[in-house]
């Protein structure tokens, strides 16, 4: 299973990074920083494969809200591994939809760019 995010570092601030979360002793996440350190070519996100295709195993919606909704996907890449994603989408959006977004997607990067930061007023 995939079990890294893809976003800005609080340290470099570079973007398309590879980041580790870290947490307070609470639980309450606080930070994001490189994975491999800001200066590794390894948190770089760019470096994953371009050319996969993805097929949905099972897609499943877990809440859904006034404005958003909260999906359970599960999904295998090209080459065969296996992994489990939430993606945060719009309340209108049809699993058809998503699932037609998924396939589309030809890198984890663009998979990781499905998921929607909803800001609420």
């Given at each position: 299973?995939?079990?890294?995010?893809?976003?800005?570092?609080?340290?470099?601030?570079?973007?398309?990074?590879?980041?580790?979360?870290?947490?307070d002793k609470w639980g309450d996440h606080i930070l994001d920083s490189c994975m491999h350190g800001c200066d590794s070519q390894l948190s770089d996100a760019n470096r994953l494969s371009r050319g996969l295709w993805f097929s949905v195993l099972e897609l499943k919606r877990l809440e859904v809200s006034y404005i958003d909704s909260l999906w359970h996907v599960i999904c295998?890449?090209?080459?065969?591994?296996?992994?489990?994603?939430?993606?945060r989408r719009f309340n209108s959006e049809s699993p058809e939809s998503l699932k037609r977004a998924i396939e589309d997607c030809t890198s984890y990067i663009e998979l990781s760019k499905l998921q929607l930061s909803i800001h609420y007023d």
């Amino acid at each position: 299973m995939a079990n890294f995010d893809i976003g800005s570092c609080d340290f470099c601030y570079e973007d398309n990074r590879i980041l580790k979360r870290h947490y307070d002793k609470w639980g309450d996440h606080i930070l994001d920083s490189c994975m491999h350190g800001c200066d590794s070519q390894l948190s770089d996100a760019n470096r994953l494969s371009r050319g996969l295709w993805f097929s949905v195993l099972e897609l499943k919606r877990l809440e859904v809200s006034y404005i958003d909704s909260l999906w359970h996907v599960i999904c295998v890449d090209s080459q065969g591994k296996q992994f489990d994603r939430r993606l945060r989408r719009f309340n209108s959006e049809s699993p058809e939809s998503l699932k037609r977004a998924i396939e589309d997607c030809t890198s984890y990067i663009e998979l990781s760019k499905l998921q929607l930061s909803i800001h609420y007023d």
